[in-house]
């Protein structure tokens, strides 16, 4: 995959070895002034958005030891120079970074024991080295503020790996990282607002977790051709929903409809309610007479009994792309052997309730462990929903996709997400790139129905209405739309 269509994250060892290849080709102290001038530099921003000025307006840095205070130390005498009243509390004075402690006295900066009223406060408490929770002195500190905070590199109290958080934290409203995006960074986004990436000069490897971009996904999102008809857009077939659960078999026929599918055939009992709100759908009552479709979608509502698993059965009994979902998830659950081994492309796509019933655990705080496991031990691509939904194929990157809010946590939410990756399996996509780019497309057409009008591609957010999943299916072509508007200006 192009290292210019995916952002990557890296890794603490990932960064910590590019650094030290770093420092064998600059000299002494430029990273750290790199990483500090950048710090700087936002908070003034900050300072100046929020204050409407720079010069005259107070900062308090939160310092632990190490390189994470140095930076924050550094920048605090920068800002110095531009007028900033700065004020330093020292949590470990007897390890506070030496030179950037003199930088920082030698241009005025304080130190101080507590926090004073600040415009804003740097949180240089625990860099990419730190495990675990504030420390009781920080803690109290940190819930003391009552200022916007930026956090150097990441936010004090979560894990940079995991993004998990096991007690106090910093919950930031500007992450400033330095040379890298690290997994922290879009598994928490909660806990790191914005973030802004000040390079620093690092030589990074292809990355082993990856954020596909917006310009990414609207280049090669599947529209019609010149040449194109209905067949070889791509035919999704569609077995869900049934007598109990009818308005499952509409969410996801109508996600595949939505999604730009050539043709969409649908195989179950649910078929004239389908039809009564998709007329365009072609129905049939069994998988045998649904006709050729090039990709399948089995799970949501389609039931759990035998005559069901015997379905399943029949649909991966073919050499198609398959997407297992819902109630299918429970059959393999209780029957892994229908898909282990399979030759040709599956992706599951599980919640962590149903991720627990396939594996026997949760996902727990490694979740990009976990999903990465069960794609290897299955051979097959997962999608485990989340804010944070990660996609995981063998042998592949994991795919992430930050939804930026929880617009589509909603009921029959995940149906719709079903056919719409169908509808690219169909067209012929690469499974991975298929659900990651399906969960950006589903996730924003969700913040558009939420919100009312369009928004970046790049930006949720958690201002909107209410919404259920019905309203997803008028705002799919817009998100669509959306991305390929940031494909056709780059």
Same mark, same amino acid.
């Given at each position: 995959m192009?290292?210019?269509?995916?952002?990557?994250?890296?890794?603490? %060892?990932?960064?910590?070895?590019?650094?030290?290849?770093?420092?064998?080709?600059?000299?002494?102290?430029?990273?750290?002034?790199?990483?500090?001038? @950048?710090?700087?530099?936002?908070?003034?921003?900050?300072?100046?958005?929020?204050?409407?000025?720079?010069?005259?307006? !107070?900062?308090? &840095?939160?310092?632990?030891?190490?390189?994470?205070g140095g930076d924050a130390l550094w920048a605090g005498s920068m800002l110095r120079r531009r007028g900033v009243a700065v004020s330093a509390v020292l949590l470990s004075p007897e390890r506070a970074h030496a030179t950037g402690l003199a930088a920082l006295r030698n241009t005025g900066g304080r130190i101080t024991e507590g926090l004073g009223s600040p415009d804003l406060v740097v949180d240089g408490i625990v860099g990419i080295s730190g495990r675990g929770a504030l420390r009781p002195r920080a803690a109290e500190l940190v819930a003391a503020v009552r200022a916007p905070i930026v956090a150097a590199d990441l936010p004090s109290g979560v894990d940079p790996n995991t993004g998990a958080v096991d007690g106090p934290a910093v919950r930031a409203?500007?992450?400033?990282?330095?040379?890298?995006?690290?997994?922290?960074?879009?598994?928490?986004?909660?806990?790191?607002?914005?973030?802004?990436?000040?390079?620093? @000069?690092?030589?990074?490897?292809?990355?082993?977790?990856?954020?596909?971009?917006?310009?990414?996904?609207?280049?090669?999102?599947?529209?019609?051709?010149?040449?194109? %008809?209905?067949?070889?857009?791509?035919?999704?077939?569609?077995?869900?929903?049934?007598?109990?659960?009818?308005?499952?078999?509409? &969410?996801?026929?109508?996600?595949?409809?939505?999604?730009?599918?050539?043709?969409?055939?649908?195989?179950?009992?649910?078929?004239?309610?389908?039809? %009564?709100?998709?007329?365009?759908?072609?129905?049939?009552? !069994?998988? !045998?007479?649904?006709g050729r479709v090039q990709a399948w979608v089995f799970g949501p509502g389609a039931g759990t009994d035998d005559v069901a698993r015997e379905r399943l059965s029949e649909i991966l009994a073919t050499d198609l792309p398959v997407v297992v979902d819902a109630d299918g998830l429970t059959l393999l659950a209780g029957d892994p052997s229908l898909v282990t081994g399979r030759g040709a492309p599956t992706v599951l796509t599980p919640h962590a309730g149903e991720f627990a019933?396939?594996?026997?655990?949760?996902?727990?705080?490694?979740?990009?462990?976990?999903?990465?496991? &069960?794609?290897?031990?299955?051979?097959?691509?997962?999608? &485990?929903? @989340?804010?944070?939904?990660?996609?995981?194929?063998?042998?592949?990157?994991?795919l992430v996709n930050e939804a930026g809010g929880s617009w589509a946590a909603t009921a029959g939410s995940g149906d719709v997400l079903s056919g719409i990756l169908g509808a690219l399996l169909a067209n012929g996509h690469d499974p991975s790139w298929a659900a990651a780019a399906a969960a950006r497309v589903h996730t924003l057409a969700a913040n558009l129905a939420a919100h009312g009008s369009d928004i970046p591609a790049a930006h949720g957010g958690d201002a909107g209405a209410p919404i259920s999943a019905s309203p997803l299916f008028q705002h799919i072509r817009p998100a669509i739309r959306t991305l390929r508007t940031f494909a056709e200006s780059a």
């Open positions: 192009a290292a210019a269509a995916v952002r990557g994250y890296f890794t603490v %060892d990932e960064v910590r070895a590019a650094e030290a290849a770093l420092f064998e080709r600059v000299a002494e102290g430029v990273p750290m002034r790199r990483a500090a001038y @950048g710090l700087a530099r936002v908070v003034a921003a900050e300072l100046r958005e929020r204050t409407g000025g720079v010069a005259g307006r !107070s900062v308090t &840095l939160l310092v632990g030891s190490g390189d994470n409203d500007v992450t400033v990282t330095f040379g890298a995006y690290k997994p922290v960074h879009v598994l928490a986004a909660p806990w790191c607002g914005r973030i802004e990436l000040v390079p620093i @000069g690092l030589e990074l490897p292809e990355p082993s977790l990856a954020a596909l971009e917006p310009v990414s996904i609207g280049a090669h999102w599947p529209v019609p051709g010149a040449a194109d %008809d209905k067949y070889t857009q791509g035919v999704v077939g569609i077995c869900a929903g049934g007598a109990r659960y009818p308005g499952a078999a509409v &969410l996801c026929t109508g996600g595949a409809v939505a999604a730009t599918s050539g043709m969409v055939r649908y195989a179950g009992t649910a078929a004239a309610d389908v039809l %009564d709100r998709f007329p365009e759908v072609i129905a049939a009552e !069994s998988v !045998s007479a649904t019933r396939l594996t026997g655990h949760e996902p727990g705080p490694d979740r990009v462990g976990a999903v990465r496991e &069960l794609a290897e031990k299955w051979q097959v691509t997962v999608l &485990l929903k @989340g804010r944070a939904t990660l996609v995981a194929g063998p042998g592949r990157p994991v």
